[in-house]
């Protein structure tokens, strides 16, 4: 059996998957703080078209 971990407080879920009702969370509790990371905008996926995001090293090299 895999060991699992919840994402946000290392908790260990011994069992399967199907025990937890809030997967990949151990409880709701992780589930809404997760929630509240997205929402406020500390999860962020960069934009590389963005005119903020310094060039790479390799753009200069053409």
Same mark, same amino acid.
């Given at each position: 059996?895999?060991?699992?971990?919840?994402?946000?407080?290392?908790?260990?879920?011994?069992?399967?998957?199907?025990?937890?009702?809030?997967? /990949?969370?151990?409880?709701? *509790?992780?589930?809404?703080?997760?929630?509240? *990371?997205?929402?406020?905008?500390?999860? *962020?996926? /960069?934009? /590389?078209?963005? /005119?903020?995001?310094?060039?790479?090293?390799?753009?200069?090299?053409?």
């Amino acid at each position: 059996m895999n060991k699992v971990q919840c994402p946000i407080c290392d908790a260990a879920m011994p069992g399967n998957w199907q025990e937890y009702p809030d997967y /990949p969370f151990c409880t709701a *509790r992780c589930r809404k703080i997760d929630l509240g *990371r997205w929402l406020d905008g500390k999860y *962020r996926v /960069p934009d /590389p078209t963005s /005119p903020n995001v310094p060039a790479s090293p390799q753009d200069d090299a053409d």
